[in-house]
């Protein structure tokens, strides 16, 4: 999946990684970034159980404690997100990541909002970035259409981190499920 701003230089937060990233700079005039005068802002949110599943496969791929992958600044952050996604005048575009996935009329949809040319030419291309899938790596470095993103959450119903963790953090998961109910 490719979009492709005006300029190359672009930010976007992802909750999917251990901390919220913001990548390159944001040139002041560039349309992408203003929108009415006011920043606009790029946020991939994930549903709770799909987010707290790759953050634990995550820590595990990269030999690393859960707590630095996932803890409780995190979770009070992806929380957060749920106060500004309905909110307009708080300058963020919010991709479901989940819809993102399985709808090319919502990629289109963001695509055009941010003011962004939309193709699907890269829909199968892996990125490299981070080290590929935190499941998968680099197996579907050709093929990232087959990986099943959505269902990561069922590799881990098991998993005694991840039972508890979801217990401790059933208002981030409430607040998950009514945004992407039919993941849950």
Not at 162 to 175: C, G, P, S, V
Request: hydrophobic share 35%; charged share 25%; aromatic share 14%.
């Amino acid at each position: 999946m490719v979009a492709t701003p005006a300029r190359r230089n672009s930010r976007f937060l992802n909750t999917n990684n251990s901390t919220l990233v913001i990548s390159n700079t944001k040139p002041p005039s560039s349309s992408v970034w203003k929108k009415d005068n006011k920043p606009k802002v790029v946020v991939v949110l994930r549903d709770f159980k799909n987010w707290l599943a790759s953050c634990i496969k995550m820590a595990e791929r990269d030999n690393k404690e859960i707590k630095d992958i996932i803890n409780e600044d995190k979770v009070e952050i992806y929380k957060d997100h749920f106060r500004y996604i309905n909110d307009e005048s708080a300058g963020i575009q919010y991709i479901l990541y989940n819809e993102w996935v399985e709808s090319p009329e919502y990629r289109k949809e963001i695509c055009s909002n941010l003011g962004l040319y939309y193709t699907d030419s890269a829909i199968n291309q892996l990125s490299p970035f981070g080290g590929g899938s935190s499941f998968d790596g680099m197996k579907y470095i050709k093929t990232a259409w087959e990986m099943t993103t959505t269902k990561r959450y069922k590799y881990m119903e098991d998993n005694p981190f991840y039972k508890a963790f979801l217990h401790q953090h059933t208002d981030a998961l409430l607040l998950s499920n009514e945004v992407f109910g039919k993941y849950t």
